[in-house]
């Protein structure tokens, strides 16, 4: 079997050189026991700051993939079943099955498997928890979401306009702006380019934003908070404009627009709801069936490649989930 290992914690922006292949001997199976080999891996967001709080140099890369049985000494699981485990960045791995959760058996011939890992998996998830639990959308509301193109904005904008609300996305390219357009997004427009990212979020909603589904944090969340309307509720999902920091930024101060417009604001983790797991991927398998739910994924090919994908996400290369294929 084959890992990536963090060889050395970041500093600043993630390096090639902060990454190793490793080689691992895999022990034969024991009673119980399964061998799987990942198929599809997810490269995410969150893996920055978290290998930088909480692993050590030399642990393998945390992650999730879409893996397939390849041998099984456990009743429960029949070789060429797929799953979807959290084993980091490896391409063969042993399970005693407790830590794996296989595909739902009405997943269609026509869909990718990969999906388990963005539109049917955490990022699909944490849109649809993350807008219903935590945003409390209701139709006819205004929903702004950055980062809009990507896993989870992509989910959360499209959500958004099947619960009937008006939706204003921004993302890093034209291309991505096009993208959201074609996805049925009322507004859209590149932050990158635009001169005043406050007058572009006041032109896209004259009258302000219900709902605010934050990716990105830092300055973008600091401007838009002021854009909210009276009683606006402010799902903080993640602050990517932070991640890669060495010297943390200097904040605006929010308290005012906080107090005067009686906001909510209420940071989450998907987690949160994994006891109601199953009513999601039900319900966001369902919408992509249907076609209400259209998705895009960004694959990289060959696990040699995990770092650049993994890279190239967090720079905005990808248009719709980041995904490698072994
Ligand atoms: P994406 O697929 O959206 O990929 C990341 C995107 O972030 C890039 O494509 C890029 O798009 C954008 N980006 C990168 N740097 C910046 C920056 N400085 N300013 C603005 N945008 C930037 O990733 P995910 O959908 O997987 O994750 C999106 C966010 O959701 C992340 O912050 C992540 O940590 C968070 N998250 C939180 C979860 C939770 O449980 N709370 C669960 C899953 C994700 P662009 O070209 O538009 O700049």
């Known amino acids: 079997a084959k890992a990536w290992v963090l060889k050395k914690h970041f500093e600043g922006f993630p390096q090639n050189s902060n990454f190793d292949l490793k080689k691992i001997e895999l022990p034969n199976l024991k009673d119980g026991e399964l061998l799987l080999e990942s198929v599809f891996l997810s490269v995410d967001p969150y893996m920055r ?25 456990n009743p429960a699981f029949t070789v060429g079943s797929f ?48 807008l219903l639990e935590v945003c409390k959308m209701k139709p006819g509301e205004t929903v702004l979401v950055n980062a809009a193109a990507g896993a989870v904005g992509s989910v959360v904008g499209q959500l958004a306009k099947i619960g ?25 427009f590149n932050y990158k380019t635009v001169t005043s990212l406050d007058e572009a979020l006041r032109k896209a909603s004259p009258d302000g934003y219900d709902c605010f589904f934050d990716n990105v944090g830092g300055e973008f969340a600091s401007i838009a908070i002021n854009q909210m309307k009276k009683y606006g509720r402010i799902a903080i999902c993640g602050a990517i404009s932070l991640y890669n920091d060495s010297v943390p930024q200097k904040g605006a101060y929010v308290q005012v627009p906080m107090i005067f417009k009686e906001l909510q604001m209420e940071g989450f983790i998907v987690s949160r709801w994994n006891n109601r797991r199953e009513e999601g991927v039900k319900t966001l398998l369902k919408w992509v069936v249907e076609g209400k739910l259209k998705y895009h994924e960004h694959v990289t090919k060959g696990f040699e490649n995990m770092p650049m994908a993994f890279i190239g996400m967090l720079k905005g290369e990808n248009l719709g989930k980041a995904i490698v294929r072994v």
């Open 164 to 188: 009937g609300c008006k939706v204003v996305g921004c993302a890093g390219s034209d291309d991505k702006v096009a993208y959201l357009k074609k996805l049925g997004f009322d507004e859209a």
């Open 49 to 73: 700051p978290y290998s930088q709080r909480d692993m050590k140099e030399g642990d393998i890369m945390i992650g999730t993939q879409v893996a397939r049985i390849v041998e099984s000494k």
């Open 83 to 130: 799953v979807v485990a959290n084993r980091g960045w490896r391409t063969h791995f042993i399970s005693d099955g407790k830590d794996l959760q296989l595909l739902p058996s009405s997943w269609p011939e026509s869909l990718p498997r990969s999906l388990a890992l963005g539109t049917v998996g955490m990022p699909g998830l944490t849109a649809y928890f993350g």
